[in-house]
């Protein structure tokens, strides 16, 4: 059992930048992890996953302005958000899954935290 806390949401206005955090009670190295959003009467959508092997995907909405990161020594993801819009409203969800290289499960769940951008 893996638990996660994401931090770091927050407002900010369109174009600017905000940084997630998700820090993982346990070892992360054997985990893929990626991130996902939900905007209210919208789906849920993964945003980008990084799997054990440091292979990176990205949804094409966010390509080129979000990085996402892990530090296994940490146990923690991250994601950088820049030239954020306001369709990046969302809370915003830190996911670990069991299948190292495709992510085709998602197994643990952070509680989420909130981004909001302003036009």
């Known amino acids: 059992q893996v638990q996660l806390v994401e931090s770091g949401g927050g407002s900010v206005q369109a174009g600017g930048s905000l940084s997630l955090s998700c820090s993982a009670s346990?070892?992360?190295?054997?985990?893929?992890m990626a991130w996902f959003r939900q905007a209210p009467g919208k789906e849920r959508e993964e945003v980008a996953r990084v799997n054990a092997y440091y292979t990176e995907t990205y949804a094409p909405s966010v390509k080129g302005r979000f990085t996402i990161s892990r530090d296994n020594n940490k146990n923690a993801l991250y994601l950088q958000m820049n030239s954020l819009k306001p369709e990046d409203t969302a809370m915003y969800y830190c996911?670990?899954?069991?299948?190292?290289?495709?992510?085709?499960?998602?197994?643990?769940w952070g509680q989420g935290t909130q981004v909001t951008v302003s036009s």
């Open positions: 996911v670990a899954s069991i299948k190292q290289r495709s992510c085709s499960t998602a197994d643990y």
């Open positions: 346990g070892y992360i190295g054997d985990l893929c």
